[in-house]
């Protein structure tokens, strides 16, 4: 059994969020058992950030809300996403396609 004690509420929930999301990314059909009550909203929280970030830093306004937004206007960002993460994009089937039809000289 490993024991892991967080300085604050704060960390715990990161440290929470990293554990739930690396094993869904290993087994996205896991059955997570949760704590109710209070206990587990700051876990829910970041991983309703880090959903919410993607969705925002791809399609969403710039806006310092979500400052990775401003890479937007970078001439050379490459977002590397899983399904899981492309959920809440509205234009996924365009990204998808857009990558499979790029010319192998352009690289990623």
Known sequence: ????????????????AD??????ARKPDAVLGLATG???????????ARHQAVHHLVEGSVSAMWPATILQHHPHVTVLLDDAAARRL?????????????PDWQGI
Do not use: N
């Open 1 to 16: 059994m490993e024991v892991v004690i967080a300085p604050d509420t704060g960390t715990l929930g990161l440290l929470a």
């Open 19 to 24: 554990a739930i999301a690396a094993l869904l």
């Open 38 to 48: 209070s206990s587990p909203l700051v876990v829910y929280d970041e991983l309703i």
């Open 90 to 102: 509205q234009l996924s089937d365009y990204y998808r396609e857009a990558y499979r039809s790029k």
